[in-house]
Each structure stands twice: as C-alpha cells, then as structure tokens.
DNA sequence: TGTACATCAGTGAACGCGCGTTCACTGATGTAC
DNA sequence: TGTACATCAGTGAACGCGCGTTCACTGATGTAC
C-alpha cells in the first residue's frame, strides 16, 4: 500500500486543505479525526504518519487558511472584495470563506502557537492592504493602518453576527446589507 | 437529601449562570456536564432533575448572558461602555464579559434554538440603543438603527480579533486601541 | 539493467478515556389526614 | 398540632459511544549492489 513520495506529499497537502474546510464549517472540536481522514479519502489510522497531533494539525490548516485567503484576495478590487465578504454567499458556506470570521473565536481558545498564526495572518493581510499607502508619510502611515484594522474588525463583526442569526433570518441580512452599505461607503469617500 | 423547593430552583438559577460564565470562557463544546456541575457545587447526576439535555442549557445560559448584559449596560453612558467593551480587562475574561463576542461562533453552529435566542438579544440591544432616536422620523430611524448594527459588528469584530492574537501581543492591544479610538470618535461627531 | 532488501504511507483493529445520559438509591421536604 | 406517607433534588455508579492515539501488518516504492 506504499505510494511515491510525491504522492504522500499531495496526500498530506490535501488531508490539511480538507481540514481547514472542516474546521471552517464545524470548529476544531466539530472535527474528529477519523471524519476528517475519511472526508480525504483516508482512513484514521495514516493520519499519525503525517502529523503528531490533532494540535498540530490545527496551526497548519490555519496557516493553510490564511495563504489561501492571500492567495484569492490577491488582485481583487476592495469594492468587489466587501460586497463577497458581506454576501450571503459567505455567510452561509463558512467552509469555503474567511478562516478569521469562522475560527477567530476558535482561535482564542487554543495554544499561543495557533495564535501566532492568526496573528501573522492579520499582520499580511493589514499590510497587503497598506500597499496603496506605502510613499505616505510616518502619521498618515499609522492611520491608513488602523483604518484597515477598523475595516476588518467592522466586517468579521459583521459575518459573525448574521452567522449566529437563524438562518433565512430577517436580521441576518439586514446586518450585512447594513454593513456593506457602510463599508462601501467608506471606500468612495477615501 | 431534597431540599427546599425555593434552594431548588436557586441551585437551578446558579447552574444556569455557572454555565453561562463557563460556556464564555471555553465554548460549548469545551464545558463537560460533569466539568459544569462541579464547578456549580453538585455531583454530575442531578443535572437532569433540572434540564432534560446540555442543548437545553445551552438555550438557556445564552438567554441568561443576554439578560444579564441588558442589567448591566442599563444605565451606562455610550462612551464608559465602549471603553468598557474594548478594554484589556474585557478582553482577556470573557467569562465575565459580553455573550455575543465569546459565543456568536459557536451559536452559529448550534440549532435554530440557539440562533433565536442570539438574535432576540441582538434585536433587544438595539431596541435599547435607539431610544434616543425614538422621535425622530422614519428615515432618520432607519439610518440610526443602521448605524447601531455597524457599531455592534465593529465592537465585536474587534474583540473577537484581539483574543485570537497571542497574549500579550502588540497586535491584540492595537486592535483594540484603534477601534476604541474610532469608535469613541464616531460617537462625539453624533 | 536486474535482483534483493529496507522503507514507510496507508490499513483497520484495539487502547484508555471522557463524554452525555440513565438509574437505583437516599433522606429531608411537602402533603394528607 | 402531630403522624404517616409520597415526593423529588441530589448522589454516585454505570451505560454505550466516539474521541485521540497506538500498533502490528501490508505491499508498492526506493535503494544498494
């Protein structure tokens, strides 16, 4: 049952996006690691071949997240970027959304080392979006950035809330059609 | 060993907010029924005189953090509870602290039970916010009711940020100094 | 290039453990007379 | 008011179950000659 060790690498890769899914979906305590192989197409056993722990696989799915966030968000456009974090779309299909809006509360309850994570995740993200502000001066700087940090509080704030509305919810779209409005109109008058 | 029908339903009344202390602090899923009880001062056994499941308590110990929020933020000016709500303090003890900050992710994956009780909080701190808009017209209304919402997101988005960093991180306490100073803003331009 | 052997990714049964829940029991409280 | 009995909050052992993790085994891959 041996497979080449491009295979193995591939496989692994794939256990850990599966993971980050998942746990986007149910929380890390949602997630077992028998339905996790078996979601991947595996069986539990293999699982100990590839990682030490359910812990450690927790801080690479999360890394995981956060690089596939990079990558998507990459050359999108911040109106186009708000009107799909703030979709319904999102809302409703976690698994496949932003890893700070499903895990950050997650997050807060695991060790310093997942922290780390998240932390260095909301690090690239602040500075990805400070590219356009990179030839301002020192104080201008220091305020572009804690307006992305504003920006991303007011929309994580907003996903979580119409998340733990019941679903088809008046209130729960009402918050994001709310919010989107907001931001968006932050974004035209900046 | 029975007790008094008056301890009864006080022992009852002090499960329910030792549950829902304890919930805030760990999630749902990191609180044992036998965890719970002992820390209320029972014996695991006699949780089920009381409730006939854990989902049934959680339902309750939601609606017992909205109540007591609602007590609590009573009388407090908007500015005491900003700098209340994004504080270190509140940060770093959730047990003590606001519901939907600890629980919303974790609400979002529990039945429609739950979600209803999240959103009759939400619904019923905004009723409460916008009594000073309650003469206005209906437009005005609208837009105040709007601005509440986008308040509420940025609040928790910004706690929810914050706990996911590391203690005692640089990040966690910038989180939250630049939403509170945003905030703060936002409420003296009003 | 071909042969012999070591490696190790993946399998599936098994481990101890803690979970939510049930149950027989206790004994003070509440009730009926 | 006093007595006899039913009630039921709380106890602690026990239930089946799923968890994270371990292990002996398999057999194709990778390596040494």
Not at 67 to 91: C, D, F, K, N, P
Not at 140 to 150: F, L, T, V
Not at 169 to 182: F, P, T, V
């Amino acid at each position: 049952m041996k497979v080449t060790k491009a295979q193995a690498q591939a496989n692994r890769a794939h256990i850990v996006e599966t993971a980050s899914a998942l746990f986007r979906e149910r929380g890390y305590d949602g997630v077992s690691v028998a339905d996790l192989m078996a979601a991947a197409g595996f069986t539990h056993g293999g699982f100990y071949k590839h990682f030490r722990s359910k812990a450690d696989l927790i801080t690479e799915a999360a890394a995981c997240g956060f690089a596939q966030m990079e990558a998507r968000t990459g050359s999108a456009e911040r109106v186009a970027l708000i009107r799909q974090y703030l979709s319904r779309e999102h809302r409703d299909t976690p698994g496949d959304g932003c890893t700070i809006a499903a895990l950050s509360a997650d997050a807060a309850r695991q060790p310093a080392e997942v922290k780390q994570v998240f932390a260095d995740g909301i690090e690239r993200l602040l500075a990805k979006a400070m590219h356009g502000a990179a030839d301002e001066g020192e104080g201008a700087q220091h305020a572009a950035r804690a307006r992305r940090i504003n920006d991303l509080a007011h929309l994580v704030g907003a996903v979580l809330l119409s998340r733990a509305c019941p679903d088809d919810s008046a209130l729960a779209d009402e918050i994001l059609e709310s919010c989107g409005a907001a931001a968006l109109l932050r974004v035209k008058e900046a």
